[in-house]
RNA sequence: GCCACUGUAGCUCAGCAGGGAGAGCAGCUGAUUCGUAAUCAGCAGGUCGGGGGUUCAAAUCCCUCCAGUGGCUCCA
């Protein structure tokens, strides 16, 4: 991205546009004491402003504003009677909702020709002062719009419409200068969407699109679109055999060939290790339990509609898990813990079930069941930080795994103002007891549990203290993170990691979790010091988050081409003919025997054939065996950038037991 | 769950203004015994997602259900 820091000088009333001088279709807008302008607009006061260059990530946004808006005018153009809602820019292009008619993908064709025409036109994109009542005026049959102003809008204020030709839109800019800037557009998708998320309000269309400076970057970003679907684990899934999904028989459930496990496998391995290092023991817990626990750990009262749930033949209520966090508790209370014992925890690889409704679903990023690398840590809070960093520092250890790749923190918050939201310690002013509970909506004041007053209020020293140790643990781990207040689970604060899939989608995977809940609603405690029994808290974690998601990211952030140790396929041994057959097996019985894995094409295709068959496999090394290996005892070995050297055989079972030991993410040979 | 699109052989896809269900690859058989991204020939393979309707006649038109894809909402 074009950032640049050109300081030119203007003064008060002077036009931007003209204080610049020259004529620079890069150049989109101006930025004045930390505030952006329109090119057109008149400067507030003497001082200098910095060029915004459209190649810059505020440039590249006003551009695909000012794209929204042209598509709006479009839209219009065609169906007059829709009724726009918002159109803001997004991370790599933009989109309108607006409330309309479906419409199909051969109308976005249209509305893209309208676009260009409108474009070429060159119209100038002028911004207007308006006072509220005008505002409210201009926009009187919009409602989504009427809405916006009301909101926005103090009373006896201004705000801006911006106008193109016969188009106006209630809009703070800034804006491109004129519609000639917006040439290169493409409209992507459709997609539909609710006035303000709120599945019973207005059902609007929502239509994607991106621009682009030049013709040449929006044909480049179109074909990296093309080539990042060709990485879809899905698909890279399908050619490598990795994995089934059955539609009639199991709607949303991967199934795992032996490829797919290979891989699973080799993950659960790397986790086992991984906890064993950091002092999280393996444990094991059924998949059912009866609704008894779910009673108890409050998983019926907020999600019974998505679990699976079944009544025995003797009467008897059973689900099956959607989470391990109680079967952890259950083996954890089988004993007293000192406080000396903490912190406990326990961790494994555990597969829970999730009824994800219909239009949720999808491939391994939302399976309908997972196996998540769930951990649980019974502690003190005066552990919190310590632990919360060995976690963060298991990520990291993790996510290397993938060789380069780019990890979102997030630290997700409580929203004091709504505090209905959450489970919360309260103090009873009148007898002095001390309670938790979740306010809900509509249910009345809470009273005290034990005298029955109403007079209670809200202790949230434990809150601030469990944020406050995640927020500590982010900063001495040296972490960037983004803070999102409102985000946290209703049980606690949590810290959340997020990794893109191929097409731009972030997927949230490690988790660690803060937990006031399960250790109110089993009843968790520690002895401590002074032989009395006191309160503990309780961590969850997953590093991968679930084996699906992260095989899913592996696949895509390697296009299949996965590093040795985990590639299903470690060789690929090639005969140049049937007469080499006999010295191959023995190539492979020795390979095999050292544990690695091999494959020997046994059939009579051609060696061109049989090479061109196995691509889609995504073999890590191809070894070729004819007259020369044959006499030489040698290999010809080729690895993934087809650079081909000849070795002795145990010369090469050597470097790649290296490599896969190591679990290298780059070839030894 | 909502909106749009899609569903034909193991895979990729053609056929769809109604009238014989097709191709390439994979598979099987035979010939070929081959040096780094497709040797040749033959054979076999499908309830056209399921159900209902219109029609003399439906893969094709209509309705409905299911599933998949992209979004929205949700994601303990």
Request: with cysteine.
């Amino acid at each position: 991205m074009h950032e640049s820091s050109t300081q030119i000088p203007i003064k008060k009333g002077q036009r931007f546009a003209d204080a610049l001088g020259r004529k620079d279709g890069e150049i989109v807008a101006a930025r004045f004491n930390g505030s952006l302008f329109d090119l057109s607009s008149i400067s507030p006061s003497d001082g200098t402003f910095e060029p915004v260059n459209v190649h810059s990530k505020d440039g590249m946004r006003i551009l695909r504003h000012s794209a929204a808006h042209l598509m709006a005018q479009a839209t219009l153009q065609i169906y007059p009677k829709a009724r726009l809602n918002a159109g803001p820019p997004t991370e790599d292009g933009f989109y309108y909702d607006i409330m309309m008619d479906p419409i199909s993908s051969e109308d976005l064709g249209n509305i893209e020709k309208a676009m260009k025409k409108l474009a070429e036109e060159n119209i100038p994109i002028v911004r207007e002062e308006k006072s509220k009542d005008d505002l409210l005026r201009l926009f009187h049959d919009n409602p989504f719009k009427i809405d916006k102003i009301r909101d926005n809008v103090p009373d006896g204020s201004k705000s801006s419409i911006y106008v193109q030709g016969n188009f106006k839109d209630f809009c703070t800019g800034p804006h491109v200068p004129s519609t000639g800037y917006l040439k290169n557009v493409k409209l992507l998708s459709l997609a539909s969407t609710n006035y303000k998320g709120d599945e019973k309000r207005e059902k609007l269309v929502r239509i994607y699109g991106t621009v682009f400076p030049s013709d040449k970057e929006l044909k480049d970003y179109l074909k990296m679109r093309e080539e990042a679907l060709k990485r879809d684990h899905r698909k890279v899934g399908q050619e490598m055999d990795l994995f089934v999904f059955s539609s009639e028989r199991a709607p949303g459930f991967p199934l795992y060939t032996p490829n797919g496990t290979i891989i699973r496998n080799e993950l659960i391995a790397f986790m086992h290790e991984l906890n064993a290092r950091n002092g999280w023991q393996d444990v094991s817990t059924p998949h059912i339990f009866t609704d008894t626990m779910w009673k108890q750990s409050g998983h019926y009262a907020k999600y019974k509609d998505n679990m699976y749930t079944f009544e025995f033949k003797d009467g008897t209520g059973y689900a099956v898990k959607p989470m391990n966090c109680p079967g952890h508790i259950t083996i954890f209370e089988r004993e007293p813990h000192s406080y000396r014992d903490l912190p406990v925890k326990y961790s494994e690889p555990g597969q829970v079930y999730r009824y994800e409704k219909s239009g949720e679903v999808g491939g391994l990023t939302r399976p309908r069941t997972f196996t998540i690398d769930d951990g649980h840590g019974f502690m003190r809070a005066d552990q919190l930080v310590d632990e919360i960093k060995s976690i963060i520092e298991m990520t990291r250890e993790t996510f290397r795994l993938l060789g380069e790749s780019k990890l979102d923190f997030e630290l997700s918050v409580m929203d004091e103002d709504q505090p209905e939201n959450y489970l919360i310690e309260y103090v009873c002013q009148k007898c002095g007891t001390v309670f938790h509970a979740r306010k809900v909506a509509g249910e009345g004041e809470l009273q005290c549990p034990s005298c029955g007053s109403d007079e209670i209020s809200p202790d949230l020293s434990k809150w601030k203290e469990a944020t406050e140790s995640l927020r500590t643990a982010l900063k001495e781990s040296g972490i960037v993170y983004e803070e999102l207040k409102g985000e946290a689970a209703f049980y606690g604060p949590k810290i959340d990691v997020h990794v893109a899939d191929a097409i731009g989608r972030k997927w949230q995977c490690s988790t660690i979790q803060v937990d006031f809940m399960m250790p109110i609603n089993f009843n968790l405690q520690y002895v401590n010091q002074a032989g009395k029994k006191e309160n503990l808290v309780m961590l969850h974690r997953a590093v991968f988050g679930s084996y699906e998601r992260f095989m899913a990211i592996l696949i895509e952030n390697f296009a299949g081409n996965l590093p040795t140790w985990i590639s299903p396929m470690q060789v690929f041994i090639a005969p140049v003919s049937e007469k080499y057959l006999e010295y191959s097996e023995k190539v492979l019985a020795d390979m095999l025997k050292k544990g690695i894995r091999a494959h020997l094409d046994r059939g009579t295709d051609t060696l061109n054939k049989k090479l061109k068959m196995i691509r889609s496999k995504r073999p890590s090394y191809i070894v070729v065996v004819g007259e020369r290996e044959l006499e030489s005892g040698n290999i010809t070995v080729r690895n993934r950038k087809n650079e081909q050297k000849e070795m002795t055989v145990s010369g090469f079972m050597d470097a790649i037991s290296m490599e896969i030991r190591e679990r290298s993410p780059v070839q030894a040979i």
